[in-house]
């Protein structure tokens, strides 16, 4: 079973910037893709960012320019780094992947951004 634990959240005033980290329990390159979602209240979970094996990285418009997807082979983590940020950006922040097997995600981080 794949585990994966997002830290970094946290409170931020709008224009400031966070960086969130999602740590894996195996070898991250076993992975083809893997990529960050959010859920706002009310709302139905997102794609945010993704990146694949050869380093191909896909945003959803609304972070394109301001979000940076990244990952870390030698340490099994992926991360996210986030500029600029909006009070629309206000959500539970979650790691995906997935293998032959199963689809598997984090606890989730909160994210909220203060006027």
């Known amino acids: 079973q794949v585990q994966l634990v997002e830290s970094g959240g946290g409170l931020v005033q709008a224009g400031g910037s966070l960086r969130l980290s999602c740590a894996a329990s195996?070898?991250?390159?076993?992975?083809?893709?893997m990529g960050w979602y959010r859920q706002a209240p009310g709302k139905q979970r997102e794609l945010v960012a993704t990146?694949?094996?050869?380093?191909?990285?896909n945003y959803a418009d609304s972070v394109k320019g301001r979000f940076t997807i990244s990952r870390d082979a030698t340490k099994n983590t992926v991360s996210l780094q986030m500029s600029g940020l909006k009070p629309e950006d206000t959500a539970i922040y979650y790691c995906?992947?997935?293998?032959?097997?199963?689809?598997?995600w984090g606890q989730g981080t909160q994210v909220t951004v203060s006027l």
């Open positions: 995906n992947t997935q293998d032959f097997a199963s689809v598997y």
């Open positions: 195996e070898n991250i390159l076993r992975f083809n893709v």
């Open positions: 990146i694949t094996n050869g380093d191909i990285t």
